[in-house]
């Protein structure tokens, strides 16, 4: 039913194949428009819609030891490192 077809990148202008399985796949999911960028393209645009990731170093409260941690610290609330946080979490379900 589905046949490879041959699209160019808006992006770079480099053909790439839209081949029949990925077709199927589209379709199956309800995907209407026929990719627009190559697969290095794509890759490309999705990590530069990623903004940078600021990391804090802070203390644990748990252990003490140094972690790092994608927020703010605050004095009023404890910080745990990850092994620490997976215990307390783990704690909470039983």
């Known amino acids: 039913?589905?046949?490879?077809?041959?699209l160019i990148c808006k992006d770079c202008g480099n053909e790439f194949v839209f081949t029949a399985g990925e077709q199927e796949f589209y379709a199956s999911k309800g995907l209407m428009n026929?990719?627009?960028?190559?697969?290095?393209?794509?890759?490309a645009y999705k990590n530069r819609q990623k903004p940078e990731r600021t990391m804090y170093t802070a203390v644990c409260a748990s252990c003490g030891k140094e972690?790092?941690?994608?927020?703010?610290?605050?004095?009023?609330?404890p910080v745990y490192?990850?092994?620490?946080?997976?215990?307390?979490?783990?704690?909470?379900r039983y």
Do not use: G, I, L, N
């Open 1 to 6: 039913m589905y046949q490879d077809k041959t």
């Open 34 to 43: 026929e990719p627009q960028r190559c697969k290095a393209c794509r890759d």
């Open 67 to 77: 972690c790092k941690v994608p927020f703010q610290p605050r004095e009023d609330r």
């Open 81 to 92: 490192c990850s092994d620490c946080f997976s215990k307390k979490k783990d704690q909470r």
